[in-house]
């Protein structure tokens, strides 16, 4: 490999893998777009299920076309039986996205030929996953809290049947209105490493589930979707702390990160940090705002010392911002990741169908990157090798 092409420990940062007609950041003008348009006006026009068509077919529907498409999300909502016979056998103190990963594949195993290379195929089992996640994530905290598992109500758009699933109780229609605002903002975002694991799993033409499960897995992570759960963790850590300040003073000093805040692209603000802090603003005007108070000190501090080291693009993320109003809905802290997921899951599919049907630029490679091998070498004849008895 030339030196020209040698990327080495910088999270391949920079550099462009694959085209995609899907959604489109500019990371200086903190701008996000879904097939050509702004996310502030998906988020103040349009719902989850009109963003999730336009994610996965490329064009806005039309009035019958949403109509049809809503339909067969509700109409897929159900999971398995076996699914959930076998979620009531988990360890009731499981982590969600872990349960969630792990069901993914369960959801396979209904198909018949799950690794199918048929478009259209794909597309279904895609809206399956969009209408079974919610089931899925609604079903293992009934099973774990000892509730029983709530029926999908038909009668509910997507975002007020996961929390009357979740909750036991129908949504006012502002709550599910500002949830399915929420799924909207958090739908795509490029090549994300969530995106990017279930792209890379797929160019190997394993099945959309295979690259669902690995999506899972990465957006799992603190560093990436894990990281509202950890936003929801310290400020709750810091509810009755006098000293916000020196909490997060500590924190940087001690060479610890605060979670919420930077990201790989965005460098001047994240549009959709913005959108979520107003909202969580004004979900808390009416318990005193303590958390956008706490939130505010905490990202004031953290904003003073970046700006002493140098580090003025370290700036409060979606998941800053999502974490309080999550737990304004009532959204355990360890189901916020998984809430990401059932959103994000409309972004995946979308990017797993570019990665294995992409026609009109070309199909992508199976990817498959070099290392610099920096281990012990003794030549192309390898290392002398010894029994394990005449090893000291
Ligand atoms: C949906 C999402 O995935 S949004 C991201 C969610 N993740 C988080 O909120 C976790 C906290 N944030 C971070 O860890 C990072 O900002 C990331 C991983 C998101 C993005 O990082 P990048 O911009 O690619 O930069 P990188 O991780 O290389 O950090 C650059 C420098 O800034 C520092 N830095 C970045 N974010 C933070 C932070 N939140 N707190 C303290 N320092 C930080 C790093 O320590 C590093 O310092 P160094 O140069 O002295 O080693
Ligand atoms: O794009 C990223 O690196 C992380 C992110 O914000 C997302 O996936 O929504």
Redesign the pocket.
């Known amino acids: 490999m030339s030196e020209a092409t040698r990327v080495k420990n910088t999270?391949l940062?920079g550099v462009t893998v694959a085209d995609s007609a899907i959604s489109f950041i500019d990371g200086e003008k903190g701008v996000l777009i879904y097939r050509g348009y702004r996310i502030e006006d998906l988020a103040d026009h349009s719902s989850f299920m009109e963003t999730a068509f336009l994610l996965l077919f490329g064009t806005l529907p039309t009035g019958e076309q949403l109509e049809g498409f809503t339909g067969q999300v509700k109409g897929m909502r159900q999971v398995p039986p076996y699914v959930l016979e076998s979620m009531r056998h988990w360890p009731k103190d499981a982590r969600p996205m872990d349960v969630l990963q792990a069901s993914v594949p369960l959801l396979a195993m209904a198909e018949q030929h799950s690794d199918t290379m048929d478009r259209d195929v794909c597309l279904q089992r895609s809206i399956g996953l969009l209408a079974q996640m919610p089931t899925l994530v609604a079903a293992w905290h009934r099973i774990r809290t000892g509730q029983p598992v709530l029926e999908p109500d038909p009668d509910l758009d997507h975002a007020a049947n996961f929390l009357w699933m979740l909750q036991g109780k129908k949504p006012d229609a502002a709550t599910a209105h500002d949830l399915d605002v929420c799924l909207i903002l958090h739908a795509d975002h490029t090549f994300?490493a969530s995106t990017f694991a279930a792209r890379e799993v797929v160019s190997t033409r394993a099945s959309l589930y295979a690259g669902v499960a690995a999506g899972l897995g990465a957006l799992s992570g603190?560093?990436?979707?894990g990281?509202n759960a950890k936003v929801m963790e310290m400020l709750l850590k810091l509810e009755n702390e006098p000293d916000v300040e020196g909490w997060v003073k500590k924190q940087?000093s001690e060479g610890d990160?605060?979670?919420?805040?930077?990201?790989?692209i965005y460098k001047t603000g994240d549009p959709r940090a913005v959108y979520l802090k107003k909202m969580g603003q004004r979900l808390g005007e009416k318990t005193g705002g303590k958390w956008a108070s706490i939130s505010q000190r905490i990202e004031q501090t953290a904003l003073a010392i970046f700006a002493e080291r140098g580090?003025t693009t370290?700036l409060p993320?979606?998941?800053f911002n999502s974490a309080p109003v999550y737990y304004l809905m009532g959204i355990p802290t360890d189901l916020m990741t998984p809430v990401f997921a059932v959103s994000r899951v409309a972004g995946w599919c979308a990017h797993i169908i570019e990665e294995q049907f992409a026609d009109a630029q070309g199909k992508p490679a199976l990817y498959r990157p070099q290392a610099q091998y920096v281990g012990e070498y003794c030549g192309l004849m390898g290392c002398e090798y010894s029994p394990v008895n005449k090893r000291e």
């Open positions: 999270g940062r994300n603190s560093l990436h979707g990281a940087l990160r605060i979670m919420g805040m930077g990201h790989a580090k370290i993320n979606v998941d």
